[in-house]
């Protein structure tokens, strides 16, 4: 079974612009979720879809926003870049909610390194 | 609200040394509890995950962690440590809540 891809791997923005990532599941996986991690702020959560619905957002501002489409395939967006936003973007897919107690492990992509120029 | 602590931010030993990494937790209900590990410019792996079934859980290369609800922890351990371990290692808790919280991280170094 293959696992999660992302894409693209490595990407390279300047202040303002805007990106789009994307992220395929496991197949049959109908949760997905993304993270973004920095040295300075470790691994934090972004939001996770389940079933083309957003069910849980952290606490990031509105220029990251992300949809799940009927595939279970993902994408996050962030609008008008800033530097503070480079980083590795990781995805996740479980069969379930992630955080249910349910006891779903997330399967992880090998992430999307974004650089903020 | 849930929240999960990893004690030590890096640990170092040598090679074929036990290796003990910390973690605490807090949660207002009946936990579920997950130890993944990641390499250097890769995704997170699952090592092992605390389903209440028992206490004492065997994860891959080796790696066990045990819980123990009196003392709210789930720490990691390995009795021999090889250079390929040396990795960042997350603790994550689970709850009713429905989100995922993930540690700091430990960064494992691993001397020859």
């Known amino acids: 079974k293959a696992g999660v891809t992302q894409t693209p791997r490595y990407l390279i923005k300047t202040r303002g612009q805007q990106v789009t990532l994307s992220c395929s599941p496991i197949s049959g996986h109908r949760s997905v979720s993304w993270y973004q991690q920095t040295p300075g702020q470790g691994l934090q959560f972004l939001f996770e879809y389940f079933s083309e619905t957003q069910r849980n957002k952290g606490n990031f501002p509105g220029r990251f926003s992300g949809r799940q489409f009927s595939n279970s395939r993902s994408e996050m967006n962030v609008s008008t870049l800033e530097l503070g936003d480079s980083a590795l973007y990781l995805c996740?897919?479980?069969?379930?909610?992630?955080?249910?107690?349910?006891?779903?492990?997330?399967?992880f992509g090998p992430g999307t390194r974004l650089t903020v120029l | 609200a849930q929240s999960v602590t990893q004690l030590d931010s890096h640990v170092s030993v040598s090679e074929g040394t036990p290796v003990l990494l910390r973690c605490n937790y807090s949660?207002?209900?009946?936990?579920?509890l997950f130890w993944y590990v990641q390499h250097p410019n890769k995704g997170l792996q699952l090592l092992l995950k605390?389903?209440?079934?028992?206490?004492l859980v065997k994860g891959i290369n080796g790696f066990e962690a045990e819980f123990k609800k009196s003392e709210t922890s789930f720490h990691l351990t390995k009795p021999s440590a090889h250079m390929s371990d040396a990795a960042e290692y997350f603790c994550v808790v689970n709850t009713n809540a429905g989100k995922s919280t993930f540690g700091d991280g430990t960064t494992l170094t691993v001397k020859p």
């Open positions: 996740a897919s479980s069969w379930g909610l992630a955080g249910a107690r349910s006891y779903n492990e997330q399967f």
């Open positions: 949660s207002s209900y009946s936990p579920s």
């Open positions: 605390y389903t209440s079934a028992a206490t």
